[in-house]
C-alpha cells in the first residue's frame, strides 16, 4: 500500500492510553474514522465481495484494485486469546494483566481483528465466546474498536 | 538406519540435476552468548573463515555469498563482509527469503550458481546481536506499519504474544496439554546438555517448567527461543569437488522453499490456516526431490522459535497427523535415545538463537559422525526444517 508510515509511539497528551495509532495514515484512515462514529468498517473487493484485513491494493482472489471500506455488523466471536503478563510495547504495565482476544465475524469471513476484550471477568473468556465491538475514546478524538462480551 | 531406502532412492522420478549436485563441507560458528563482548560484525567473519578452514580450502576460493534477504544484510552486508575476509573476486551473491527458511533454503541458490559453473564455492552466513540490541527480535516487527497501527495499540507485539494465541487454538482444536508442551522444552534441553557450546544446558524438569513465569497465558518463558549474539556459516561447492576435500561430503539431497498468500505484515494475526505453515508444502518436495520418505529420515532439526511452532512444523513435514505433534515428543523419543531424535543441538530454545543455521551446521555434525554423546547413531539423512512465519524451506542432507 501506498503512503508514508505511521509514525509509531504517539504518547498523545491527556490519554493514559500507552499507544495510539497514527490516525493520518492513509492505507487505513477511514477504519479510524469509522471507529470515530461507533462504526465497524473494512475493505472489502468491489467486484468479488471478498474482505481484505489488512489492506492491500489488488484482491488476491479476482486481482482488480476495487476494494470499498463496507460496515459489518458489529458482532463478532473469539477466535483465539490470551492474556498479556508482560507487555513487549513500552508504557503498558498499568493495564496489565491485559485480555487480547482475536476476533472474527459472521458477516465479514477472512476478517481477524486483534484487539482488547473489555471488562472480563478472569477466565471469562472462551473460544467462540460472542462479542459485539464498541468504540471507547481512549484519548480525545480516537477510538480504538474493542470487544465487549455479550 | 535408513540403508533399506538406498535403492529406492534412485528410481524416484522427481530427484532431478539438482539432487546431491552440491555438498556442504564446511561448517564455523562463533561462540553464543546473550552479550557478547564482540561486534556481531567480528562473529560472523570469524564463523565465515572458520567454516572454511573447516572445509580445507582457501578464503581466495570462496567465489559467492548466500545469505537471507532481511536480516543479515542488515545486521552484516555481503560486501562487508567480503571486505573483511579480503575476498577477491565475488561473481555470485544472492538473498534469500526471511531469516529461518532463507538460511535453510539457500543451498536452493548455491546448487544452481555451483551446479552451472557459474561459482565454484558459495558460502552461507548469518548472524544476530538480538541478545544485547535494543529492541531485539520484536523490532522486526515494531517497524511495520500495519503491527504499528492495527496491533499494538491492544499490546499486541513480540513474538511470544503472537503465539500464545495459537497455542490456545491448537489446544481447543486438538488438545493439547501443559506436559505435552513441557515435554518438547525438556527433550530440547536434554540435546543440549550433550552440547558443549549450547548456552542452555542445565536439564529440565517438568516442575521447571510449570514454575517458568507466563509471558502471556499460555506461553511461559520456557516456551520461548533464547536471545542470542553470535553468528553462524556453511561452505557449498559440488560433490563431485568434495570429495577431495578435508570432511565426508554431506550432500544437498533435497531443497524445497514456499511462501504462503499471507505477507508479514499480516502475519501472524490474519493467516488463514492459523495452525499451520508451508513446511506442509516444502517438507514433501524436498523429500520428494532426495527420494526418501519421512521413514528413512534418521533425525529433524526443526526451527523452533516456540515449542508450539515446533509440533506444527513435525506436524506439517509429515511425521505425526495434524494435531498429534506432541506424541513425536512423548516417552522421550525425540530426546537422546529416542527414536526420531528432533533438534540435537538443543535448537533455539536451548543452543542458541541464529534463526536456523546452527541447525543446518548440527545436521552437517551429525552426518559427518563423530559427535560424541550427542551422535545420533547410523545418521545418514538429515531433515532441516526453516521457518519464517508466512515462508519455509525444508533441507534434506544425506551422509
Ligand atoms: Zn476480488
Known amino acids: ?150 | 538406519m535408513s540403508t533399506s531406502s538406498t535403492t529406492s532412492k534412485n528410481s524416484t522420478m522427481s530427484r532431478n540435476s539438482l539432487t546431491d549436485a552440491i555438498s556442504i563441507v564446511g561448517v564455523g560458528e562463533s561462540t553464543y552468548r546473550r552479550r557478547s563482548s564482540e561486534p556481531v560484525t567480528g562473529l560472523i567473519t570469524g564463523a565465515v573463515k572458520a567454516a572454511v578452514e573447516d572445509a580445507g580450502l582457501s578464503l581466495d576460493e570462496v567465489d559467492g555469498i548466500v545469505t537471507d534477504s532481511t536480516i543479515g544484510p542488515v545486521i552484516m552486508p555481503a560486501d562487508e563482509l567480503a571486505a573483511n575476509l579480503g575476498l577477491p573476486d565475488r561473481v555470485f551473491h544472492a538473498q534469500m527469503s526471511t531469516g529461518g527458511s532463507g538460511v535453510v533454503g539457500a543451498p536452493m541458490l548455491a546448487a544452481q550458481a555451483i551446479a552451472s559453473g557459474m561459482a565454484e564455492t558459495v558460502v552461507c552466513y548469518f548472524g544476530v546481536d538480538w541478545g544485547s540490541s535494543a529492541g531485539g527480535p520484536y523490532q522486526f516487527h515494531g517497524t511495520d506499519p500495519y503491527k504499528a497501527t492495527l496491533e499494538m495499540p491492544f499490546g499486541f507485539y513480540g513474538q511470544p504474544i503472537y503465539f500464545a494465541p495459537v497455542v490456545r487454538r491448537y489446544a481447543h482444536q486438538y488438545g493439547l496439554t501443559e506436559e505435552q508442551l513441557a515435554n518438547v522444552a525438556i527433550s530440547t534441553r536434554a540435546w543440549a546438555a550433550l552440547h558443549p557450546g549450547a548456552m542452555k544446558r542445565t536439564p529440565l524438569t517438568l516442575e521447571d517448567y510449570r514454575s517458568s513465569p507466563v509471558l502471556a497465558d499460555p506461553l511461559r518463558v520456557l516456551d520461548c527461543c533464547l536471545l542470542t549474539d553470535g553468528g553462524a556459516a556453511y561452505v557449498m561447492t559440488s560433490t563431485e569437488r568434495a570429495k577431495d576435500l578435508r570432511h565426508k561430503p554431506v550432500k544437498v539431497s533435497g531443497v524445497s522453499f514456499s511462501s504462503s498468500r499471507v505477507s508479514s505484515h499480516s502475519y501472524l494475526s490474519q493467516h488463514e490456516d492459523y495452525l499451520s505453515t508451508q513446511a506442509q508444502v516444502t517438507g514433501p518436495r524436498a523429500m520428494e526431490m532426495a527420494g526418501v520418505t519421512p521413514e528413512d529420515v534418521d533425525f529433524l532439526e526443526i526451527y523452533d522459535c516456540f515449542t508450539i511452532s515446533c509440533l506444527l512444523q513435525a506436524e506439517d513435514l509429515g511425521f505425526a497427523p495434524k494435531g498429534a505433534g506432541a506424541s513425536l515428543f512423548a516417552d522421550g523419543n525425540a530426546a537422546p535415545g529416542g527414536r526420531l531424535p528432533i533438534n540435537t543441538h538443543g535448537g533455539l530454545l536451548s543452543h542458541a538463537y541464529v534463526l536456523g543455521i546452527a541447525h543446518v551446521v548440527e545436521a552437517v555434525r551429525q552426518l559427518r559422525g563423530g559427535c560424541g554423546e550427542r551422535q545420533v547413531p547410523d545418521a545418514e539423512v538429515g531433515l532441516v526444517s526453516g521457518y519464517s512465519g508466512w515462508e519455509h524451506s525444508s533441507l534434506v542432507l544425506t551422509a
Open chain 1, 1 to 150: 500500500m501506498s503512503g508514508a508510515a505511521p509514525s509509531g509511539a504517539t504518547q498523545h497528551p491527556g490519554s493514559d492510553h500507552p499507544w495510539l495509532p497514527d490516525l493520518n495514515w492513509a492505507p487505513v484512515a477511514p477504519f479510524w474514522a469509522a471507529a470515530r462514529e461507533q462504526r465497524l468498517v473494512f475493505p472489502r473487493c468491489g467486484r468479488c465481495g471478498r474482505f481484505q484485513w489488512y489492506p492491500q491494493d489488488m484482491c488476491p482472489d479476482c486481482r482488480v484494485m476495487a476494494f470499498e471500506w463496507a460496515e459489518v455488523s458489529p458482532s463478532g466471536y473469539v477466535f483465539s486469546h490470551t492474556t498479556l503478563r508482560r507487555s513487549f510495547v513500552p508504557h503498558f504495565d498499568n493495564l496489565l494483566p491485559l485480555e487480547i482476544g482475536l476476533i472474527k465475524f459472521v458477516h465479514a469471513p477472512g476478517v481477524t481483528l486483534v484487539t482488547n476484550v473489555l471488562d472480563t471477568p478472569a477466565g471469562g473468556v472462551h473460544i467462540d465466546a460472542e462479542v459485539t465491538i464498541v468504540f471507547p475514546e481512549v484519548a480525545p478524538g480516537v477510538n480504538l474498536p474493542m470487544a465487549r462480551l455479550c
